[in-house]
């Protein structure tokens, strides 16, 4: 019972497809009618050469003007097939023209759809706040940078301090025996230094004056 209620399906057989049917159908037919004139001319020709063996030039002349008109049917029945060639492609090529032109429609419709739902003033405003959300962006950045910038600032006094600690602890290791406690502001000024005694050997003479020089 189900078959009898069943919807039947919309045909997709359209007009364009029916009229190349019929024309392929028609050329069919011609084709067939050109098989059969063929092999009739054949054996008309072979009978005529036969006739002309036996004397009988009047029947062989007579076969060969049928012949004649036989290939004047032909010839037009070729042009009659290239005419309806043409026209199956013409028919095929304007279903594709259609299906062309379906497709537009199709896709001109959504664009106006879709232009419809994308307003210039809410593209504008979207592009404005985008924009807006950039600069607000690296100006943060700006900020942050300047900031870190100033907590990475390098203190002077502190690299002084530190040159000052460098200087000292030379000082200190070209003068081993030299307590570290001891600075040599601490050395009063009125403390003379020994002199170098002239009658001392060159090399006691050079010893004397390293030792000054180390106190000094």
Do not use: W
């Amino acid at each position: 019972m189900g078959i009898f209620f069943a919807k039947k399906k919309p045909s997709r057989v359209t007009e364009q497809d029916k009229a190349i049917l019929q024309v392929k159908q028609s050329m069919d037919k011609i084709k067939q009618y050109q098989k059969k004139l063929e092999e009739s001319m054949e054996k008309e020709r072979l009978l005529a050469k036969e006739l002309s063996k036996m004397g009988k030039k009047d029947r062989a002349l007579l076969l060969l003007c049928k012949k004649k008109y036989q290939e004047q049917i032909m010839n037009r029945l070729y042009h009659q097939v290239e005419s309806l060639h043409r026209l199956i492609m013409d028919l095929e090529f304007a279903k594709i023209e259609m299906k062309v032109v379906d497709g537009l429609k199709t896709g001109n419709t959504a664009l106006k759809q879709l232009n419809t739902l994308m307003c210039i003033d809410d593209i504008e405003k979207i592009l404005c706040e985008t924009r807006e959300g950039i600069e607000k962006q690296n100006e943060i950045a700006e900020i942050l940078t300047s900031t870190i910038a100033t907590e990475e600032k390098i203190d002077e006094r502190e690299i002084e301090a530190e040159l000052d600690a460098l200087m000292e602890a030379d000082i200190n290791e070209k003068a081993p025996d030299i307590p570290k406690d001891v600075l040599l502001s601490d050395v009063p000024k009125d403390v003379l230094l020994p002199d170098v005694p002239k009658e001392l050997p060159e090399e006691e003479k050079s010893r004397t004056k390293e030792k000054i020089q180390v106190m000094q």
